[in-house]
């Protein structure tokens, strides 16, 4: 490299470490890959015909197409003829933030009422995860956050990137394919007091068991004695029981206890909107002085992280919220989508059943919601895969919105198989 010195032309000579960029990244290595796209991965190179996908997170129709409900079609239509230029963007997205909690905590709320929330846009639920994850990490640095065991896998990848530490409490029973509600209460007794929680509201991912109305009512006097803070990661409001209200039945008993809590929403199942990546992160506050700070710090970090989202997104659910004509529709089609997941649960049952399977299948139509902990081992996950081109994430949890009624019965008899072929190996052991 030359450089002119004093109208000299002289060589700059650099050290070996700067004259070459070969090294800049050689001590990066690949991040491990995410259960679920590995699932999604593997079932697309599979070039099987009657091949099936249960890793999927997202809503299917009948035929195992994606579905668009009515709703947000007409709420398309009618977006078209507004004149985006004349909306007041601001009140939009402040609109689109008190429809969401109200969806959360109920219409006649006195949170909403007051005034008493700070509420703002985000990229989806995981983007509402990351934004309460940061804002944690910035006004209690010092603290933990505690999450179900199993819960989604990526709930651990946003804390540990916001630096916060992740410790589990018990939740799933292996044993009863049930909630381990006794070992929860003791976790949640056990933990420093103003410990941050995350807990799923309904249709728990990836088990799909729930707390009862009653048990509810017992973890929050529990979080109340301990000051606890709740965080509830909803992303699949409506599945559990196919009302909204319903599936929100944990939020407004927290609230009643008196509560200050933080929510994740996302309309990416529930109104199909998978690719817009639209949802809102709310947290309760008891003055309108702690909302105008708390909205004031979200909306900082938000701009730091991601900016802003698109606005077509925010417009769409708001109008699809605060439309009386279009979200009775929206509450309609999530009943029959629940529904269409009931009954492929109930559906799987019995195949199963009739097989003459040793095993007890109850668990499938006691659990709720999206997914299925079928209780598979990771051994028999893969002859699924191997022997039948049937996906599934490892540990067993199957996505009854991949379970159609032109695949329920070929599903069964592989489930069957694979069971019945460790159950024979474990005689054959025994002997």
Same mark, same amino acid.
């Given at each position: #490299?030359?450089?002119? +010195? $004093?109208?000299?032309?002289?060589?700059?000579?650099?050290?070996?470490?700067?004259?070459?960029?070969?090294?800049? @990244?050689?001590?990066?290595?690949?991040? !491990?890959?995410?259960?679920?796209?590995?699932?999604?991965?593997?079932?697309?190179?599979?070039?099987?015909?009657?091949?099936?996908?249960?890793? #999927?997170?997202?809503?299917?129709?009948?035929?195992?197409?994606?579905? +668009?409900?009515?709703?947000?079609?007409?709420?398309?239509?009618?977006?078209?003829?507004?004149? =985006?230029?004349?909306? $007041?963007?601001?009140?939009?997205?402040?609109?689109?933030?008190?429809?969401? %909690?109200?969806?959360?905590?109920?219409?006649?709320?006195?949170?909403?009422?007051?005034?008493?929330?700070?509420?703002?846009?985000?990229?989806?639920?995981?983007?509402?995860?990351? =934004?309460?994850?940061?804002?944690?990490?910035?006004?209690?640095?010092?603290?933990?956050?505690?999450?179900?065991? !199993?819960?989604?896998?990526?709930?651990?990848?946003?804390?540990?990137?916001?630096?916060?530490?992740?410790?589990?409490?018990?939740?799933?029973?292996?044993?009863?394919?049930?909630?381990?509600?006794?070992?929860?209460?003791?976790?949640?007794?056990?933990?420093?007091?103003?410990?941050?929680?995350?807990?799923?509201?309904?249709?728990?991912?990836?088990?799909?068991?729930?707390?009862?109305?009653?048990?509810?009512?017992?973890?929050?006097?529990?979080?109340? %004695?301990?000051?606890?803070? !709740?965080?509830?990661?909803?992303?699949?409001?409506?599945? *559990?029981?196919?009302?909204?209200?319903?599936?929100?039945?944990?939020?407004?008993?927290?609230?009643?206890?008196?509560?200050?809590?933080?929510?994740?929403?996302?309309?990416?199942?529930?109104?199909?909107?998978?690719?817009?990546?639209?949802?809102?992160? /709310?947290?309760?506050?008891?003055?309108?002085?702690?909302?105008?700070?708390?909205?004031?710090?979200?909306?900082?970090?938000?701009?730091?992280?991601? *900016?802003?989202?698109?606005?077509? *997104?925010?417009?769409?659910?708001?109008?699809?919220?605060?439309? !009386?004509?279009?979200?009775?529709?929206?509450?309609?089609?999530?009943?029959?989508?629940?529904?269409?997941?009931?009954? #492929?649960?109930?559906?799987?049952?019995?195949?199963?059943?009739?097989?003459? /399977?040793?095993?007890? @299948?109850?668990?499938?139509?006691?659990?709720?919601?999206?997914?299925?902990? /079928?209780?598979?081992?990771?051994?028999?996950?893969?002859?699924?895969?191997? #022997?039948?081109?049937?996906?599934?994430?490892?540990?067993?949890?199957?996505?009854?919105?991949?379970?159609?009624? *032109? $695949?329920?019965?070929?599903?069964?008899?592989?489930?069957?198989?694979?069971?019945?072929? $460790?159950?024979?190996?474990?005689? +054959?052991?025994?002997?």
């Amino acid at each position: #490299m030359w450089r002119c +010195i $004093n109208g000299r032309i002289c060589r700059r000579y650099l050290s070996t470490s700067c004259a070459s960029a070969r090294g800049w @990244w050689d001590h990066v290595r690949p991040a !491990p890959k995410d259960p679920i796209f590995s699932v999604n991965e593997a079932f697309l190179a599979d070039p099987f015909p009657h091949k099936i996908n249960l890793g #999927m997170g997202t809503y299917r129709d009948h035929d195992g197409k994606p579905f +668009i409900p009515q709703c947000v079609r007409d709420a398309e239509t009618k977006i078209r003829r507004c004149k =985006l230029e004349e909306l $007041n963007t601001s009140a939009v997205r402040s609109k689109f933030a008190e429809e969401c %909690v109200k969806l959360a905590y109920g219409n006649d709320s006195s949170v909403v009422r007051d005034g008493l929330f700070a509420g703002i846009p985000a990229l989806s639920g995981t983007g509402a995860c990351r =934004l309460f994850a940061e804002f944690q990490r910035h006004f209690y640095p010092d603290s933990q956050m505690y999450l179900p065991d !199993p819960t989604w896998s990526n709930h651990h990848n946003i804390w540990k990137q916001a630096e916060i530490p992740v410790k589990t409490f018990h939740y799933y029973n292996p044993d009863t394919k049930g909630l381990d509600f006794a070992a929860l209460l003791n976790d949640v007794k056990n933990a420093p007091d103003c410990s941050f929680f995350l807990l799923h509201p309904c249709a728990h991912n990836p088990t799909g068991v729930d707390p009862t109305e009653e048990q509810w009512r017992e973890i929050s006097y529990q979080f109340k %004695v301990k000051n606890h803070f !709740p965080f509830f990661d909803m992303a699949y409001q409506g599945f *559990s029981s196919g009302d909204l209200d319903k599936d929100a039945t944990a939020l407004r008993i927290f609230l009643e206890d008196g509560h200050l809590i933080g929510c994740a929403q996302s309309f990416a199942k529930n109104m199909g909107l998978s690719e817009h990546k639209v949802g809102c992160l /709310s947290v309760l506050c008891q003055s309108i002085k702690q909302v105008a700070a708390l909205k004031s710090q979200l909306q900082l970090m938000s701009q730091a992280m991601y *900016s802003s989202i698109p606005f077509h *997104s925010i417009l769409l659910v708001t109008m699809i919220l605060s439309n !009386p004509e279009i979200e009775a529709l929206w509450r309609k089609e999530i009943k029959v989508m629940a529904k269409r997941i009931q009954t #492929m649960r109930t559906t799987l049952r019995h195949c199963l059943e009739n097989l003459d /399977s040793s095993f007890n @299948w109850e668990h499938i139509t006691s659990q709720v919601g999206m997914f299925c902990f /079928s209780g598979l081992a990771p051994d028999q996950v893969k002859q699924l895969e191997k #022997m039948f081109h049937i996906y599934m994430t490892p540990d067993g949890r199957i996505s009854m919105a991949g379970v159609t009624t *032109s $695949n329920v019965d070929y599903l069964a008899n592989a489930i069957h198989h694979v069971t019945r072929i $460790n159950e024979e190996a474990l005689r +054959i052991c025994s002997i």
